[in-house]
C-alpha cells in the first residue's frame, strides 16, 4: 500500500513539474565579452532547478534558500550572492508561469512586435533595466534581462522534457 | 415628609443629569488588576505601535494562497486607520535609500592598505569569473575588491517564500499597522469590523491583533454584565416582595437602594479617574446587602420604637464600614474601587433606612407571620470553632495560588487559539522590551550594548550606529587614500583586459561619508521599530532573546504582558495579605467591643462561612484574587449576622431577618455564577456557598 502511495506521490511531482533544455548567453558589459552556457531548467510548484550537465553543477531553489551541488556534493553559498540568486530564479519563475496580477504588480507590461517588455517597479528596478520575452502557446521561449551595470543575459528556452 | 425617599432620588438622578459629562466609566478590564507603573510601560509600548500591529495569516503557499493575500491587502491599505500593510520581504524604498546613503558607514570596511600586486590579483580572480563562475554575478564598478560589506541578515530576517513574507509552514504572512490605539474603543471597533468584513469571503484566513482583546472582551463583558444586572434585578425586586408582601415597604425599599445605588455611582465615577464598569457592577450588587438593616428593623419592628439607633445595626453597620474603608485604600484598583463605591453606598442607605424610614409611616410587622422555631439547634459554639479550624487545617494542606491574573479576564479562546497560532508557526522567538534613555543618542548607545549581549536582536542598533561609532568609523574613512586606490584599480584593470574606464568611479562613494546626525528613524517603521519622547525620556522597543542578561540592565523593561501581570499579583497577594490582617484584626476588635461574653459565637460567623468556603474552594480550584477579596466581604457579611445572633432579644426575628437578608444577598451575588467573565463568577461561588455556611450555622449553632 505505502509502495503505491509513494508511486503516486511521485507521479503527482512529475505532472506538476516541468523540465526544458535550455541555453543561456551572458554579456559582461565590464570585459565586453560573452560567456555560453547549456543545462536543463525545472519548474517546481515552489521552486526552481537548475543543471549545468557539463560542469555537473546542480542549483535547487524551493522558494526560500538555495542548495547548490557540484558533483554531487553539497557547496556552501556567499550569503549575498545566494540572496542575488534568488531574486533572479523569482523572476524567472514569475515570467514562466505568467500570472498576470502578479506581473503587473512587479512590472508594467507593454506588448512589442510579438515580444512583450517588462519595466520593474518596486525593488527589481535597481538591478534590472528591463525584460525581454517571447511566449509561444503559453509557453516561455526567449528572456532576456537588460541589467543595470549594462550587462545582459539571455536565455532560450528549446524543448520540454518529458 | 410622606414622599421624602423618592424626593431625594430625584434628587440625585437630576444631579447625575447635569453631571453626566463629568461621569468617567472605563471597560477596560485588565487596567483594574495591573500596577500604576505596569499600565504607564504598557502605554508607552501602545505609544510606540507594540500593539497597534495586525497579523493577517492565510492558509498554504499555493497561486490560490497568493491571490487571497495580494486581495486582502489591497483592501486593507484602502483603510484610513491603516498605516501600512506589508506582505513583501523587499525592504521599502525609503529603506533602500537609507542604505545606499550611509552605505559606506554602515558596512564593514577592510581598511588594510592594498599594494598594486593585490589589486591586480584580485582584479584577475574577478575577470577569469566571468567565464569559469556558472552563476551569473555582477561585477560591483564601486567597489571590484569588495572591501566593503553589508549583513543584511537584519533586514532579511522574515521568513519568505518567493519574496513573500511567511507564517512558519502555515501559509503566507500580511502584517499591518494602524494609528488607533486599544484605548479608543469607538474608533478601534470601528476598525475591528472592517477588517472582519474584508476577510469574510476568505476561507482559511486568520486574523490577530492586540487590540482585538479589548474589543472582543469589552463586548463580551458588557453584555455578560448587563444581563447578570437584570437576572440580579428581577430576582431581587421578585425575592423583597415574597419577604415583605408589604407593596408600600417594597418600593420603598427599591427606591432607597437604587438611591443609595446612584449616590455611590455619581460620586465614585465624577471623583475616581477610569472606574470601571466591573466595580460600577460589583459595586451595585454589594449594596444590596443593605437591605439587611432594614430586614433588622423592620422584622424588630424598630420604626414603631422612640429610639433612634438600634445598637446592632449600627455596631453592624461601623463593622462593615470600617472593613471598607480600609480596603478602600489597598492599592489594587478594582478592591479600592469596589471598596470605595460601597462605603459610600452602605452608608446612604443605612442613613435613609434609620432616619427617614421612621418617617414613611409603614405598616407595622406582625409577629403572627413569623414560621415556629423547631428545635434544631444542636452544635454548640465551640464545637462549631474546632470544625472551622480543622477546615482550615484542611484548605492549607490544599491551598493552591492562581497567579495567572489573566485568568480572571474573559476567557476569549477563539481569539487565544489564533494568538497561538502565530506564536507557534512563527520562527521569530524574540520577546519585545522597552528600552529607556534621556536622549536619543543615549537610547541608540543602550540598543548596541544589548545588541552586543545578543547579537540575533533586533532593535535600532540593526541598522542604525551610535554617535560614537559613527564619528569612528567615518574618520576610518576620511583617513584612508581611496584616490590612490581608485587610480590602482583603473591602471591594473586595463591591464588585465577590463573595458578602459569602467571602473573610473571606483570607491569615490566612500570619500567623503554622510555626516553623524541621526537620519530619520520613521523608516523603520516596517519593521515596528519606533522612538517615542515622553516629557523627560526617549524610548523605543527591543526584540531580544529571552535572558536574564538583557532584563537585569537598568535602562530595560519587560513588556510581556503575561509577567507583567504575574509580577503586579505577587505585589497584589502582599498587600490583600496586609489590609486583610488589618481588617480582621479591627473586626475582631469591634467584634469584642459589641457582643463581649458571646464572642466564640459571634466569631463563628465569621470563622466557619470562611473555612466552609475555602475548604470547597481548594479542593475544586486554585485560589484567585477575587476569592479572596470576596471572602473578606463574607467576613463584612457575617459579622453582622453575628453581632445580630449574639445580642438579639427576639432570636426569632432575628433569624428570620437574617434568612431573608441571606436570601437577599444570595439572589445579589448568587447569579454571578452564571457569567463568564471568571473575577465575577469567582465572587459568585464564594458568596454563594457562604451563604449556604451562614445558613446553615443560623441553624445548627445553640
Redesign the interface.
Known amino acids: 500500500m505505502q509502495k503505491y502511495f509513494l508511486s503516486f506521490l511521485l507521479l503527482i511531482a512529475t505532472l506538476s513539474a516541468q523540465s526544458y533544455n535550455f541555453s543561456e548567453l551572458r554579456y559582461s558589459d565590464a570585459i565586453g565579452k560573452f560567456t555560453q552556457l547549456e543545462g536543463k531548467i525545472t519548474f517546481k510548484p515552489e521552486g526552481l532547478n537548475i543543471e549545468y550537465p557539463k560542469s555537473k553543477r546542480v542549483l535547487e531553489y524551493d522558494g526560500e534558500e538555495i542548495l547548490f551541488y557540484e558533483d554531487g556534493k553539497e557547496r556552501e553559498l556567499p550569503s549575498a550572492q545566494a540572496s542575488q540568486m534568488a531574486h533572479y530564479f523569482d523572476i524567472l519563475k514569475l515570467l514562466h508561469q505568467g500570472d498576470a496580477s502578479e506581473l503587473k504588480e512587479n512590472f508594467e507590461l507593454e506588448e512589442l512586435n510579438g515580444q512583450t517588455l517588462l519595466k520593474p517597479k518596486g525593488t527589481i528596478k535597481y538591478y534590472i533595466e528591463h525584460i525581454e520575452l517571447i511566449k509561444e502557446d503559453k509557453i516561455l521561449k526567449y528572456v532576456k534581462l537588460f541589467l543595470k551595470n549594462s550587462d545582459y543575459i539571455t536565455i532560450n528556452i528549446s524543448n520540454e522534457i518529458h | 415628609m410622606k414622599y421624602i425617599n423618592h424626593f431625594i432620588l430625584l434628587s440625585l438622578l437630576i444631579i447625575g443629569f447635569l453631571l453626566k459629562d463629568s461621569i468617567h466609566i472605563s471597560t477596560n478590564l485588565l487596567s483594574l488588576f495591573a500596577s500604576k507603573e505596569s499600565v504607564e510601560k504598557l502605554n508607552i509600548a501602545n505609544n510606540l505601535g507594540y500593539s497597534k500591529e495586525m497579523l493577517i495569516a492565510v492558509k498554504g503557499?499555493?497561486?490560490a494562497s497568493?491571490?487571497k493575500v495580494?486581495k486582502i491587502a489591497k483592501e486593507l491599505e484602502k483603510l484610513s486607520s491603516i498605516k501600512f500593510v506589508q506582505y513583501q520581504v523587499?525592504?521599502t524604498?525609503a529603506l533602500?535609500q537609507y542604505y545606499k546613503d550611509f552605505y559606506p558607514l554602515l558596512a564593514h570596511f577592510d581598511n588594510k592598505n592594498l599594494s598594486k600586486i593585490d589589486v591586480s590579483k584580485k582584479l584577475q580572480a574577478l575577470?577569469d569569473a566571468?567565464?569559469t563562475n556558472?552563476?551569473?554575478?555582477?561585477?560591483d564598478?564601486n567597489d571590484p575588491l569588495k572591501l566593503f560589506?553589508l549583513d543584511?541578515?537584519s533586514v532579511?530576517r522574515a521568513?519568505?517564500?518567493?519574496?513573500m513574507m511567511?507564517l512558519g509552514k502555515y501559509g503566507y504572512l500580511i502584517r499591518a499597522q494602524t494609528d488607533i490605539a486599544p484605548s479608543q474603543m469607538g474608533a478601534a471597533k470601528i476598525l475591528y469590523d472592517e477588517i472582519a468584513e474584508i476577510v469574510k469571503p476568505f476561507d482559511d484566513v486568520v486574523v490577530f491583533a492586540p487590540f482585538f482583546y479589548t474589543v472582543e472582551n469589552s463586548a463580551a463583558f458588557k453584555a455578560d454584565v448587563q444581563w447578570i444586572v437584570a437576572l440580579s434585578t428581577i430576582v431581587l425586586i421578585f425575592i423583597y416582595f415574597l419577604l415583605l408582601r408589604n407593596v408600600k415597604l417594597l418600593t420603598e425599599t427599591l427606591v432607597a437602594l437604587f438611591s443609595s445605588m446612584v449616590f455611590g455611582a455619581l460620586i465614585s465615577t465624577i471623583f475616581i479617574e477610569n472606574f470601571n464598569v466591573l466595580s460600577l457592577a460589583f459595586g451595585m450588587s454589594l449594596t444590596a446587602v443593605s437591605i439587611d438593616y432594614l430586614l433588622h428593623y423592620h422584622f424588630h419592628n424598630f420604626y414603631e420604637t422612640k429610639s433612634r439607633i438600634d445598637k446592632n445595626v449600627l455596631y453592624g453597620f461601623l463593622t462593615t464600614i470600617v472593613a471598607f474603608g480600609i480596603f478602600a485604600f489597598i492599592p489594587i484598583p478594582l478592591i479600592s474601587q469596589i471598596s470605595f463605591f460601597s462605603l459610600l453606598s452602605l452608608s446612604f442607605a443605612y442613613v435613609v433606612f434609620t432616619f427617614i424610614f421612621p418617617h414613611l409611616k409603614i405598616k407595622k410587622y406582625e409577629d403572627s407571620a413569623v414560621v415556629v422555631e423547631k428545635k434544631s439547634k444542636i452544635l454548640p459554639a465551640s464545637f462549631i470553632f474546632i470544625l472551622s479550624l480543622l477546615l482550615f487545617g484542611y484548605t492549607a494542606f490544599n491551598f493552591k495560588l492562581d497567579a495567572n491574573i489573566r485568568n480572571l479576564d474573559y476567557q476569549n479562546e477563539s481569539l487565544r487559539t489564533a494568538e497561538k497560532l502565530f506564536k507557534e508557526n512563527s520562527s521569530q522567538k524574540l520577546i519585545p522590551v522597552i528600552v529607556e534613555a534621556s536622549t536619543e543618542d543615549e537610547l541608540l548607545s543602550h540598543l548596541h550594548t544589548i545588541q552586543e549581549k545578543d547579537a540575533k536582536s533586533l532593535s535600532l542598533a540593526s541598522f542604525v550606529l551610535d554617535t560614537k561609532s559613527c564619528k569612528e568609523k567615518r574618520k576610518l574613512l576620511m583617513a584612508y587614500d581611496f584616490t590612490k586606490l581608485n587610480n590602482f584599480v583603473n591602471e591594473e584593470a586595463l591591464k588585465i583586459?577590463?573595458?578602459e574606464g569602467?571602473f573610473k568611479e571606483a570607491y569615490k562613494f566612500a570619500e567623503s561619508p554622510m555626516g553623524c546626525e541621526l537620519p530619520d528613524l520613521s523608516i523603520f517603521e516596517s519593521f515596528s521599530l519606533a522612538t517615542y519622547k515622553s516629557e523627560k525620556y526617549w524610548y523605543t522597543i527591543a526584540l531580544v532573546e529571552e535572558s536574564e542578561a538583557i532584563q537585569k540592565l537598568e535602562f530595560v523593561t519587560d513588556i510581556n504582558v503575561k509577567a507583567m501581570f504575574q509580577k503586579s499579583a505577587i505585589s497584589m497577594y502582599e498587600s490583600l495579605l496586609l489590609f486583610g490582617t488589618i481588617v480582621l484584626g479591627m473586626i475582631f476588635l469591634l467584634l469584642f467591643l459589641s457582643v463581649k461574653r458571646n464572642f466564640l459565637y459571634a466569631l463563628n460567623y465569621i470563622l466557619f462561612p470562611l473555612s466552609f468556603v475555602m475548604a470547597i474552594l481548594t479542593t475544586f480550584f486554585s485560589v484567585n484574587i477575587m476569592h479572596l477579596f470576596s471572602l473578606i466581604i463574607l467576613i463584612a457579611i457575617g459579622i453582622d449576622y453575628g453581632i445580630y445572633m449574639s445580642n438579639s432579644s427576639k432570636p426569632r426575628n432575628t433569624m428570620l431577618a437574617i434568612t431573608y437578608s441571606l436570601l437577599s444577598t444570595f439572589a445579589a451575588f448568587g447569579v454571578l455564577i452564571f457569567s463568564s467573565i471568571v473575577a465575577l463568577n469567582s465572587i459568585g461561588v464564594v458568596i454563594s456557598l457562604g451563604c449556604g455556611a451562614i445558613f446553615i450555622l443560623i441553624k445548627v449553632m445553640r
Not at chain 2, 521568513?159 to 519574496?163: D, E, M, N, T, Y
Open positions: 503557499f499555493d497561486k497568493k491571490k495580494r523587499a525592504p524604498e533602500q575577470y566571468q567565464f556558472i552563476f551569473y554575478t555582477s561585477i564598478k560589506s543584511m541578515q532579511a521568513s519568505h517564500k518567493s519574496g511567511t583586459g577590463f573595458k569602467y
